[in-house]
Nanobody, 123 residues
Framework: VQLVESGGGLVQAGGSLRLSCATSGRTWDTYALGWFRQAPGKEREFVAAISGSDTTIYYQDSVKGRFTISRDNAKRAVNLQMSSLKPEDTAVYYC?????????????????WGQGTQVTVSS
């Protein structure tokens, strides 16, 4: 599975950004997808995940109600709509895919990773 993220950038606190991750290489609904982030000096952490069938979605508590993950079946992409952004959301955001359709929140459960896209939220 190949993953390519886009959509990062600089935004003021309270603003919105939409990240997108284009996928290729395997049957679309056979793998779950997730978004993770890594801030400077910190470990990579889970943000959101969606199952292969779109029926199961998980969010990190700090982003619930502000972020929305979705799959675009026509484009074979996974999106992360982020609103009410805070300075603490600043990080490199990574798209990930795992073998199997079950959504998971653990970093180690994902075998395929994109190159990352920077999101910076200014106060």
């Amino acid at each position: 599975v190949q993953l390519v993220e886009s959509g990062g950038g600089l935004v003021q606190a309270g603003g919105s950004l939409r990240l997108s991750c284009a996928t290729s290489g395997r049957t679309w609904d056979t793998y779950a997808l997730g978004w993770f982030r890594q801030a400077p000096g910190k470990e990579r952490e889970f943000v959101a995940a969606i199952s292969g069938s779109d029926t199961t979605i998980y969010y990190q508590d700090s982003v619930k109600g502000r972020f929305t993950i979705s799959r675009d079946n026509a484009k074979r992409a996974v999106n992360l709509q982020m609103s009410s952004l805070k300075p603490e959301d600043t990080a490199v955001y990574y798209c990930a895919a795992r073998d199997g359709p079950v959504a998971r929140t653990e970093t180690g459960a994902y075998q395929y990773w994109g190159q990352g896209t920077q999101v910076t939220v200014s106060s």
